[in-house]
């Protein structure tokens, strides 16, 4: 993309464009019959327009229903406009109100709502310069770019780093330069957090800087600058990680073998072997893994041995990326009542796409008064992974709400493999979640299930679809054959629905996982409302992807009868509608 000059002028504009347009009445408001249709429209459609000016909501659009009834048709150039106003209008001295602006400008994709988000940069709330910082990374726009660049002035250092991950993720120009100016003004105790940053940028200018990290005073950077050249590819320090592999610490000698299996450098295998040859567990594992992955068999052997008899939880771990040995994998979820050694030979064998995992991935993900969680467990590289089961999860995490969040997206990412068993055993696991009314999992499980639009997979929503019991479940499962586009009055029942909503506040948001959680998540940046709330904005995006008429007066209805302080969202969804 090419570079783009945010001049001032440019700035003034943006700024003097957040003014809300006023759409004047024709001076003479009197009608009669001897004016045209188009005369009556334009002044019927001025007094629409200046009644939402006034913020008359309910006057404006019953006005409107008057007007397109008289007129046999919609006006949807008309409807723009309302939303349009309605949306602007949001941005007053609320700050849940203008989260909601911006909430809703980011879901019309519309570069002609940037000037919101540069109020919101300019705003003292934190949350309002994080939420404009995100919606501008989802636009491809150079002056959405350039306003990003003013992200990085902020005085939270959480938004600086999050609007960081956001260019180097776009690759910007000048992100390098960001980037390594935001790590020479931060405590250096910060430093391990920026290879991550610099090794998916990927200029000439990161990789420089990078092979200074490489060779850093502090042991956690050179860790961290190795994990990232590993997890991004990015081969071009190959000399460099060898001379790592042969350091006399052996926290960074494992995380260079994990680099250098992942590199499939054949010229390393004499150091992976030196390497594998010693007696510290988690260095030696590394390097037998990596050996692994450059053919050698005769390393295989010893990772079968500290996985079935020493019972070594990185070992059993990396078992589920190496093919044929799922009978191994079982025989250890058979042959053990501890927890934690079952939990992770069964997600190794969930990797391996292996059914027989079904029942013990159902006891993690099924919620039932033993309420267990997943937690990561790292090696002291940090190359190895592994997973704790805990109990009473929302005890333990009550005043963490971040670990909750991460234990939940742990169960979310389970759910999601799930999706290479065969279809049969997937639909299984389905439809035991739907049976236990697993509450946090069926967001994410109907949109699945609508994914595969298989005749079982619609037969599944179906017989739960009046359940009884469980309204969430029949709601989300209603929602999901409206989708679907199947036969039957599922637009009619999802829209009784969301009209009854009238209290539910758009704004209740799960917490945001920081951008170091997120490089490796499938699902990007994405701000998702709590339960309820989610299953409205889910509805309410879903009507508007329809973009039929019915929809539109669907979304026009709630904006007049629902929550008042959803209106700029639900205007930003009523525009997306009629793209």
């Not at 404009?132 to 959405?144: E, G, K, M, R, T």
């Not at 800087?209 to 590819?233: C, M, P, Y």
Request: charged content about 25%; some cysteine.
């Amino acid at each position: 993309m090419r570079p783009f000059i945010f001049s001032v002028a440019m700035s003034a504009s943006l700024l003097a464009s957040s003014q809300p347009i006023v759409y004047p009445i024709h001076p003479d408001s009197i009608l009669d019959d001897t004016r045209s249709d188009d005369h009556i429209d334009e002044c019927e459609s001025g007094r629409i327009l200046l009644a939402m000016q006034h913020n008359k909501v309910v006057e404006s659009i019953r006005s409107y229903e008057r007007y397109q009834e008289r007129r046999g048709e919609d006006d949807y150039d008309l409807v723009h406009k309302m939303a349009s106003l309605l949306l602007r209008r949001g941005f007053s001295d609320d700050p849940e109100a203008q989260l909601l602006t911006l909430f809703g400008a980011g879901i019309t994709r519309d570069t002609q709502y940037l000037d919101l988000f540069a109020q919101g940069l300019s705003s003292s709330n934190p949350q309002l310069q994080m939420a404009s910082s995100h919606f501008l990374a989802n636009f491809n726009d150079d002056v959405a770019d350039e306003m990003l660049k003013k992200a990085m002035a902020s005085p939270y250092l959480m938004i600086r780093f999050e609007t960081a991950y956001s260019m180097a993720k776009k690759r910007l120009p000048h992100a390098a330069n960001q980037i390594e100016a935001l790590m020479y003004k931060v405590d250096p105790a910060l430093k391990p957090f920026f290879p991550k940053l610099l090794a998916l940028e990927g200029s000439h200018q990161s990789l420089s800087l990078l092979r200074q990290l490489i060779n850093d005073t502090n042991k956690d950077v050179r860790i961290e600058t190795l994990l990232s050249l590993a997890e991004t590819g990015r081969d071009d320090l190959l000399s460099d990680v060898r001379i790592a592999a042969t350091q006399l610490d052996i926290a960074e000698q494992e995380s260079a073998a994990y680099a250098l299996g992942c590199f499939k450098d054949e010229e390393s295998v004499s150091i992976l072997q030196k390497i594998a040859a010693k007696r510290h567990n988690n260095s030696k594992l590394a390097a037998l893994f990596a050996l692994t992955q450059l053919g050698r068999e005769d390393a295989l052997q010893s990772i079968l041995d500290m996985a079935l008899k020493e019972h070594d939880i990185f070992a059993i771990t990396l078992l589920g990326f190496i093919p044929d040995h799922e009978d191994d994998l079982f025989s250890l979820v058979e042959s053990t009542k501890d927890s934690q050694i079952r939990a992770n030979a069964a997600i190794a064998l969930l990797n391996q796409r292996d059914a027989r995992c079904i029942n013990d991935i159902l006891n993690l993900l099924i919620k039932d008064q033993r309420d267990l969680a997943l937690q990561e467990v790292l090696s002291a590289g940090r190359s190895l992974k592994a997973w704790k089961v805990i109990g009473s999860a929302k005890e333990r995490f009550k005043d963490n709400p971040l670990a909750y969040e991460k234990a939940l997206a742990f169960r979310e990412q389970l759910l999601a493999k799930c999706l290479d068993l065969p279809q049969d055993t997937f639909l299984e696991i389905a439809e035991t979640l739907l049976t236990y009314q697993v509450r946090d999992l069926i967001p994410t499980l109907v949109d699945m299930l609508t994914n595969i639009r298989s005749e079982k997979a619609i037969d599944l929503l179906k017989r739960h679809l009046d359940r009884a019991g469980s309204p969430l479940i029949r709601a989300y499962c209603n929602l999901g054959l409206y989708r679907l586009k199947e036969k039957g009055s599922y637009g009619d029942r999802l829209v009784e629905w969301v009209l009854a909503q009238k209290e539910i506040e758009l704004i209740r948001f799960r917490p945001i996982m920081p951008w170091k959680e997120k490089i490796n998540a499938t699902s990007g940046y994405v701000l998702t409302p709590l339960e309820q709330s989610r299953l409205l904005v889910d509805s309410l995006t879903a009507l508007a992807n329809q973009k039929d008429p019915e929809a539109i007066h669907a979304i026009l209805e709630t904006i007049a009868r629902g929550n008042p302080k959803n209106r700029p969202a639900l205007a930003g969804l009523l525009i997306r509608a009629l793209e």
